[in-house]
Each structure stands twice: as C-alpha cells, then as structure tokens.
C-alpha cells in the first residue's frame, strides 16, 4: 500500500513536471539532472503508463482522450 501511494505522489508530480531528490526530498523540475539544493547527481526518471499521462491531482494513470480522472473525478487537460 505504501508503494502505491508512493508511485501516485510520484506520478502527481511528474504530472505537473516536477519530481523530488532522492537524497534531500527538495521538489525539483522533472529533467533535472543535478539537484539544485544539495547537488546530487539524479538517475533518471521513468514515468510509467500507458499514453505517459497522470491526473495532477491524484496521479492517477490516464487514457488517451480522458477529460475526467477516473480515480478522483477531477477535471483534466
């Protein structure tokens, strides 16, 4: 259960283009390959679904074509 609240607050934030330092838990964008508070090197990150679209409310997985988050109901891009 941890694991999976762990991936949705991962994908939460990829969702928005962000993702956190391993090492620090600083909130840095998701293409960074260096943190810009402690300065630690960052192994790639690999977001994972189908179309590579999360809900940037829950993190909830997303289709093609989907305007509403079937998980949480929010409204989606």
Do not use: W, Y
């Not at 609240?5 to 934030?13: P, S, V």
């Not at 810009?36 to 977001?47: E, H, T, Y």
């Not at 189908?50 to 989606?76: H, M, N, R, Y």
């Amino acid at each position: 259960m941890e694991e999976q609240k762990q991936i949705l607050e991962r994908n939460k934030l990829a969702a928005q283009g962000l993702r956190v330092c391993e090492h620090c838990h600083q909130i840095i964008t998701l293409d960074s390959a260096f943190c810009n508070k402690c300065g630690s090197k960052l192994d790639p990150i690999v977001v994972s679904s189908i179309d590579g679209k999360f809900c940037p409310s829950c993190g909830a997985s997303l289709s093609e074509g989907d305007v509403f988050c079937t998980a949480c109901g929010a409204k989606v891009n």
